[in-house]
C-alpha cells in the first residue's frame, strides 16, 4: 500500500514571496508523482507530473516539483507567489501498474496575501 | 460542454433514502473515475471504469455503493440507504485510458450531505 504526507494543512504568505508546500511518500514500488490544484469552486487540475527522467520537474503557472527518492519527496515550489495561486494544492501518488489510481495527500491550502 | 460535467451539484437526502449522482465525461475519454472527498481530507479512490467494465472497486466502502457505465461514457454512482457518514463531495474524473498517467480531468463535484 501507498500513502501520501502532506506536511502543512495551511501555508499562509505574502504576494511575490517564495512558497513551497511540502509532500513526503510511502510505497515498496516505484510511483509516479502528481501535484493538482484545486482553486475555489473549480475541479481538480494537474499541475506537474514526474514519471522518469529528470528528477525536476516544470509545471503550469511558473510552478516546479523536485522528486527525491532517498528522502521519499516531491515538494512544490514556486520563486514569487501571486494572488491567483490561492488554492487548494493536493500531492498524490500511483503506482504505474494500477492505471491512473491515484493516492492522494490530505491537501495544502496556501492563501497569498497581498 | 467540453470538461467533466456532474450533477446534481448539491444533494441533500435523509437518513435511509436512496441516492443517485451522475457523471458526464468528456467526450473520447474511455477511463472514468470516482473519488470521495470528506470535509478537510484528500480525495480518496472509490472505482474506475476502462469502458464499460470495473476495472477496479477496491474503494468502494461496503455494498451500499454501486456504480455502473453501461454505455462506456456517463456513470452513475448509486448510494442505498444512506448514512450521515456518507456525507462528502463525490468527484468524478475521466482520462482518455489507463495508459495516460495522471492526466485525470476532474468535474467540480456534487456535494451530498446526509441529515
Known amino acids: 500500500a501507498q500513502s501520501v504526507t502532506q506536511l502543512d494543512s495551511q501555508v499562509p504568505v505574502f504576494e511575490e514571496a517564495p512558497v513551497e508546500l511540502r509532500c513526503n511518500y510511502s510505497?515498496?514500488?516505484?510511483?509516479?508523482l502528481f501535484w493538482y490544484v484545486q482553486y475555489p469552486n473549480q475541479g481538480l487540475q494537474l499541475l506537474l507530473k514526474y514519471l522518469s527522467g529528470s528528477t525536476l520537474v516544470k509545471g503550469i503557472n511558473g510552478f516546479e516539483a523536485e522528486f527525491n527518492k532517498s528522502q521519499t519527496s516531491f515538494h512544490l515550489r514556486k520563486p514569487s507567489v501571486h494572488i491567483s495561486d490561492t488554492a487548494e494544492y493536493f500531492c498524490a501518488v500511483s503506482r504505474g501498474a494500477a492505471g491512473n489510481k491515484l493516492t492522494f495527500g490530505g491537501g495544502t491550502r496556501v492563501l497569498v496575501k497581498p | 460542454g467540453a470538461g467533466v460535467s456532474q450533477t446534481p451539484s448539491n444533494k441533500v437526502t435523509e437518513k435511509g433514502k436512496y441516492v443517485e449522482l451522475r457523471c458526464d465525461p468528456i467526450?473520447?475519454?474511455?477511463?472514468l473515475y470516482w473519488y470521495r472527498q470528506s470535509l478537510g481530507q484528500g480525495p480518496e479512490f472509490l472505482i474506475y471504469f476502462q469502458g464499460t467494465g470495473a476495472a477496479d472497486d477496491s474503494g468502494l466502502p461496503n455494498d451500499r455503493f454501486f456504480a455502473v457505465r453501461p454505455e462506456g461514457s456517463v456513470s452513475t454512482l448509486k448510494i442505498q440507504r444512506t448514512e450521515r457518514g456518507d456525507s462528502a463531495v463525490y468527484l468524478c474524473?475521466?482520462?482518455?485510458?489507463?495508459?495516460?498517467?495522471?492526466?485525470?480531468?476532474f468535474g467540480e463535484g456534487s456535494r451530498l450531505t446526509v441529515l
Open positions: 467526450s473520447g475519454h474511455t477511463a
Open positions: 474524473a475521466s482520462s482518455l485510458d489507463v495508459s495516460n498517467t495522471g492526466e485525470l480531468f
Open positions: 510505497s515498496s514500488v516505484s510511483v509516479y
